[in-house]
Each structure stands twice: as C-alpha cells, then as structure tokens.
C-alpha cells in the first residue's frame, strides 16, 4: 500500500538496522518527501518503544504542528494516533505524547522538567536554539530518539554550525531534495521551480545552506513593470477582483507611503496600481487629508478598493484615517518580514507581479533593498536609512494577507 522513494526506503533500511542515532535530521528541500517519512519512521519507532515512557512533538507553533504533522499523521495512522491541541495531548499506539508550541511564551520552561524517551521536531530550523538545547537535555535516556524535519537556512545558523557541520557521532543527517519524491507531478516540479530564484532558490529547490546576500529581490526586472495602457489592457483581459491600500507612516527620517494593490480573478496576478509618496511628513492633519484624497481618487478609478491595512504602531493615526474615509480601515497583519519577502519573491519569479511604472518610489525599493551581510546569523533586510524601506511595508501590509489566496502550496 506504500510507494516509498529510494531515499525514502533507505532511510527506512535505518530503522530495522539499527542506523538510527540519538539525533536523526531530516533536512533538504520543499515537498522533497521528508515530513512523510519521518512520521511513519517515527511512529514505528514509537510503537516498539516503552509504554510507560513519556515522548513530546514539537512545531514552531501548535498550528504549524497541528497542520504539517499531526493533521497527516491522524490519516496515516487511523485509530492508532489521536491528538487534542486544546490539551496538548496525542496518543499513538497507546503511548502518551505532550505536544508543545516552541515558539510560545515559556515553552522552554514547560519541557524543563520532562524527561523524554523520544522527540519529533517539525521544522527546526524555526525554533529558538534554548528550547533545542533544553530539549536535548531532556532525552538524556538510554535509546532515546529525536526525529526532527528542517529546510535549510543561512549557514551560520545555530543548527548547522552547531549540530549538522560538527560531525557528531550520535547525529545522523538524512537529505532530501525534489528528486527523492516521486510522487510530485511534473508539471508541479516545473512550477515550484520557477517559483523561487536566487538564495531560496538554493535553499527551498537545491537544499542548501547558503547566506543571502546582494540584493534582497534579486530577479525583480524591468519585466515587473507596465505601462498605464499595458495595465489597462491586462485588466480588460483580466478583471480585477479586489485590490486594497497598504499604509505605512513615516517617522523620524522616514516617509509615509500608501500603495494600492490589486488582485485579479482567481489570484493569479498581482497588479500595482499606484502609489502615494511623501517625505516631508509635515502634520497628522495633512496625513489625514492626503490620506482622504488618496482614496476618494482611487475608489472612483478603481471600485473594487474595499480596504486599507494601516501599520498598526501609530493607533491614533489609525483612528483618525478611519473616520476621514468610508472604507474597511485596519490593523496590518505585520507578518514576519521574510514571509512578506518571500511571497514578493515567488510573485517575482512567476511573473505574476505587475507594477505601474507610476509607482517610481516602490520600483526604486524593490531594485536596491538588500540584505544587511553584517547580520550573519540571520536573513535581515538592510534598514538603516540608506534605502527606501517605506515603500517596501506599504506595499507588503497590502500582499501579506493573501498568501492562501495566491500560493496552493
Ligand atoms: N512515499 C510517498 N507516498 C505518497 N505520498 C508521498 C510520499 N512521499 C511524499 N509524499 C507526499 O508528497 C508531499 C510532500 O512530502 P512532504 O510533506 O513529506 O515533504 P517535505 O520534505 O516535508 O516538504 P516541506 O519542506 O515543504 O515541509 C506530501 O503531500 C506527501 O504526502
Ligand atoms: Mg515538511
């Protein structure tokens, strides 16, 4: 009834064998087959280990775990794995599992005093290297296991630099990459491939560890950009469904920027429409006003506007825009910058992102952000007043909410 891969079914041979070590990760591309498999390793593994014993799953959150493993795991194994996130509880075989948030608050203090025969950590890359290291000092038992899944990062991250590139004798680091699932359809290949280019490239297709560096949007080209005609012509062809105003405020030395963002029929293309871009940041008064033209000029060119997602640091601005216009106006999600960097990047590399060339300020963004290469340890877009990072948030509090709407995996 299973069709595993080669590297599936080796890594399988591990478990009758004996190969398996204390540590057991299993790193390599997106969709590459490692989530599979190492659920069903671990839940063998599971089931021929002590009942009494005590064993924990992790995710960077309950939801994250909950949607990558435990959802997967209730359909692999039937009757067999039961879970209650409320509870924080999960049976498989008759075997009591705790199921834990890393990132939450305190989530470290909460497996402080467990002690642990065994561990399935989904996504480790994410979580805080304190909450890994106290996991580990948790399955200090005789033939305890960690099962862990991990895409790659940027090289000096605590995982590899501390764990994968140490060659540790009781670390075992299993790779994946796009070939070793065969169970991808081609076309999808084809489609996640364009999907991503430079440093995600290389992590998220090839599996590897590498710094991002350079420009943070390194395939955005004059190929994002269209003209007025062109854009009224792709909107004939392709009606717009919804589109909203992203607003960031500038402060000290910073601008205040609203974008305008469209969305056609079935979220295939994303459409820039405009952009307001003021420096001088004079009042709130004329924020306010300028903020009321905005959209009074835009709902009559563009009906389908039907909200403004505002950074949410400034509440009182927030309060005073929504009573200036008759529009949705609300907090921006605020995603994590790399997530909203990521989606621009898949837009880019799909071609599915247009720009108005009446948009200067944020195409001028786009070509020039790039990442800070004095922050080894982490992906950080460089924000230190040289480039235009106002643009960039107002353009992505306008995208970062349809990432279901416009990704399918
Ligand atoms: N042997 C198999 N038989 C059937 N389906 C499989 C098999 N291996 C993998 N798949 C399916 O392929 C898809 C991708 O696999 P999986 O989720 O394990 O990838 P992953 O390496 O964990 O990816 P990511 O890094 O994106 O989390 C899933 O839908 C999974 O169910
Ligand atoms: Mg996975």
Request: aromatic share 10%; proline share 2%; glycine share 6%.
């Amino acid at each position: 009834m299973y069709d595993f891969s080669e590297k599936q079914k080796k890594a399988l041979a591990l478990l009758k064998n004996g190969g398996l070590k204390r540590l057991n990760i299993f790193e390599g591309s997106v969709r590459s087959g490692k989530t599979y498999i190492s659920m069903i390793m671990w839940g063998i593994w599971v089931a021929g280990s002590p009942k009494e014993k005590s064993y924990l799953m992790a995710g960077k959150t309950l939801t994250t775990l909950k949607r990558n493993v435990l959802e997967p795991m209730a359909e692999l194994f039937g009757k067999s794995f039961t879970y209650s996130v409320t509870k924080k509880e999960a049976r498989l075989f008759g075997r009591r599992i705790y199921l834990e948030g890393a990132a939450n608050a305190g989530a470290e203090g909460k497996i402080r005093g467990m002690t642990l025969r065994g561990a399935y950590c989904d996504e480790l890359s994410l979580f805080g290297e304190d909450f890994f290291t106290m996991l580990l000092s948790r399955l200090s038992e005789e033939g305890a296991k960690l099962f862990a899944t991990t895409n790659p990062d940027t090289p000096s991250h605590w995982l590899k630099r501390d764990y994968l590139d140490k060659e540790m004798p009781d670390l075992l680091s299993l790779r994946f990459t796009l070939e070793d699932n065969p169970h991808l359809p081609e076309d999808y290949v084809k489609a996640l491939k364009t999907e991503f280019s430079g440093v995600f490239y290389d992590r998220f297709i090839l599996g590897m560890w590498v710094a991002a560096e350079g420009r943070v949007y390194d395939a955005f080209s004059d190929s994002c950009i269209i003209s007025a005609d062109e854009l009224a012509e792709c909107l004939t062809e392709n009606r717009l469904m919804t589109s909203v105003v992203g607003v960031d405020y500038g402060g000290n030395g910073s601008a205040s920027v609203f974008c305008h963002v469209g969305y056609d029929v079935g979220f295939k293309n994303v459409y820039v429409l405009s952009e307001h871009y003021d420096a001088r940041n004079r009042s709130a008064e004329s924020l306010i006003s300028a903020f009321a033209e905005y959209i009074a000029r835009e709902k009559e060119q563009r009906p389908t506007l039907c909200a403004a997602y505002c950074d949410s640091a400034e509440q009182l601005l927030v309060k005073s825009f929504r009573s200036a216009v008759r529009l949705d106006v609300r907090n921006a999600l605020k995603r994590p910058i790399n997530t909203r960097i990521n989606m621009t990047n898949r837009l880019i590399a799909s071609g599915r992102i247009h720009i108005s060339d009446e948009c200067p300020h944020l195409i001028e963004a786009l070509h020039s952000a790039v990442w800070d290469e004095r922050d080894i340890h982490h992906d950080t877009r460089l924000d230190n007043g040289t480039t235009n990072i106002d643009s960039l948030d107002a353009f992505e509090y306008a995208l970062e909410r349809y990432e279901k709407e416009l990704f399918r995996f």
